[in-house]
């Protein structure tokens, strides 16, 4: 059964720097794993889908990376902006049926002027 | 870009009531999904279609129902609306594969039930 974890809960850093996101998951043989960013009382925005055969997926300033031998998905945020502020959360698909995903519980980004 | 659209941002219904909640998408995606999202729960599926007329059940669907009688529509149905089903309810949308696309969107109906 997938399980998906995000620590920690909660970051919350300075404007400027780079940091790294991190996402666990227990079964080794996900077809993708995807990243999104929520703002409150919104929904899910889609930032990167790295597909099981890619190591890493680019977008701007986002650079996700999955190693699925350790179970491992980061997600690397460049010279961070106050407007980065948002939840973030991983997903990897079930085992069972691939177009069904298991979310992990987030993390709460907070970028401090 | 992708538009996934939900029919209220907000929704106050009282228990018992019939509730229907709308999704529609711009993108003739064959996969569409309701997920519900609650502090300390994360976001859970309650149903899942992969074609006009076609349902799966999710981890959470009792006391819910769906309807998909169009390709660009998935509507969620509380039967019989309790107060427990108060929450922020999500509607997105995947291309063909769905294993491998991303999912997209709505912005998401709070729905109270009082």
């Known amino acids: 059964k997938q399980e998906v974890t995000q620590i920690p809960a909660a970051l919350s850093v300075p404007e400027g720097e780079n940091l790294v996101l991190n996402c666990s998951f227990t079964?080794?043989?996900?077809?993708?794993l995807q990243w999104f960013r929520q703002d409150p009382g919104k929904g899910l925005t889609s930032l990167l889908l790295?597909?099981?055969?890619?190591r890493e997926q680019t977008s701007g300033r986002l650079n996700a990376s999955l190693d699925k031998s350790s179970g491992r998905s980061t997600l690397y945020i460049a010279a961070s902006q106050p407007g980065d502020s948002a939840t973030y959360l991983c997903?990897?698909?079930?085992?069972?049926?691939?177009?069904?995903?298991?979310f992990g519980s987030g993390t709460r980004l907070s970028i401090r002027p | 870009d992708v538009k996934v659209t939900q029919s209220s941002r907000y929704l106050v219904k009282r228990t018992g009531e019939k509730v229907f909640l709308e999704c529609v998408q711009d993108?003739?995606?064959?996969?569409m999904f309701w997920y519900r999202q609650d502090p300390g729960l994360g976001l859970r599926l309650i149903y899942f279609?992969?074609?006009?007329?076609?349902?799966e059940k999710g981890d959470i669907p009792e006391g819910y129902s769906v309807s998909r009688e169009k390709k660009e529509r998935f509507s969620l149905i509380l039967e019989s609306a309790s107060t427990n089903q108060t929450s922020m309810y999500l509607c997105a949308t995947a291309g063909e594969g769905a294993g491998n696309q991303p999912q997209h969107f709505g912005d998401g109906t709070r729905l109270s039930i009082l």
């Open positions: 079964d080794s043989a996900i077809y993708n």
């Open positions: 997903a990897a698909p079930r085992y069972s049926s691939a177009s069904k995903i298991i």
């Open positions: 790295i597909q099981s055969s890619q």
């Open positions: 993108m003739d995606h064959e996969n």
């Open positions: 279609s992969y074609d006009v007329k076609m349902k």
